[in-house]
T-cell receptor, first 113, second 110 residues
Framework: ETGVTQTPRHLVMGMTNKKSLKCEQHLGHNAMYWYKQSAKKPLELMFV???????ENNSVPSRFSPECPNSSHLFLHLHTLQPEDSALYLCASSLTPADTEAFFGQGTRLTVV | GQQVMQIPQYQHVQEGEDFTTYCNSS?????IQWYKQRPGGHPVFLIQ?????EVKKQKRLTFQFGEAKKNSSLHITATQTTDVGTYFCAGRGSARQLTFGSGTQLTVLP
């Protein structure tokens, strides 16, 4: 248990569905992240939030929409996804956006059908 | 952009043998982190190296940061079945973004 909780753990959705992934941390961290982990590829950083403000957006398609309502919660809203978006989506948090270790949640295994 | 290459991609060892994974960055890093991900699990932080030429040890694990701060290695002495998993390096460059290597998947045969 790392202190970073992600829900749901597994999600199967159709290409026309809208769903949201949730991440929650009560570690007092100021930075939160979304990563995508696909088979045989490096962890891909998608979004970085620092003190609820988005500081990084790594050319992620608009069908992924993040939301950070406060420093403890992070959402990833999904709509009209493609089968190639199937992956493990990992949330992480750290004390600051730089120079500190990241604590990862257990991930949401997403399958797009 | 910054690239972090990690080799080998896969490594099978007999229990008791040593294991090493190598990480190389295309740019100079301000620091490098190492993570371990067990099968079906999530990445867990192991260590961070900051100084040029730094060497840190955690029991049977030895971590090194190169003099030029562009490469790093993780060496495990006398592997055990509990060492099974994927080991990732993650380098932080001038843009402050953490870039992960592709990982080395370690299998330890009993």
């Amino acid at each position: 248990e790392t202190g970073v909780t992600q829900t749901p753990r597994h999600l199967v959705m159709g290409m026309t569905n809208k769903k949201s992934l949730k991440c929650e941390q009560h570690l007092g961290h100021n930075a939160m992240y979304w990563y995508k982990q696909s088979a045989k590829k490096p962890l891909e950083l998608m979004f970085v939030y620092s003190l609820e403000e988005r500081v990084e957006n790594n050319s992620v398609p608009s069908r992924f929409s993040p939301e950070c309502p406060n420093s403890s919660h992070l959402f990833l809203h999904l709509h009209t996804l493609q089968p190639e978006d199937s992956a493990l989506y990992l949330c992480a948090s750290s004390l600051t956006p730089a120079d500190t270790e990241a604590f990862f949640g257990q991930g949401t295994r997403l399958t797009v059908v | 952009g910054q690239q972090v290459m990690q080799i080998p991609q896969y490594q099978h060892v007999q229990e008791g043998e040593d294991f090493t994974t190598y990480c190389n960055s295309s740019t100079t890093l301000s620091n490098i982190q190492w993570y371990k991900q067990r099968p079906g699990g999530h990445p867990v932080f192991l260590i961070q190296l900051v100084k040029s030429g730094e060497v840190k040890k955690q029991k049977r694990l030895t971590f090194q940061f190169g003099e030029a701060k562009k490469n790093s290695s993780l060496h495990i002495t006398a592997t055990q079945t509990t060492d099974v998993g994927t080991y990732f390096c993650a380098g932080r460059g001038s843009a402050r973004q953490l870039t992960f290597g592709s990982g080395t998947q370690l299998t330890v045969l009993p």
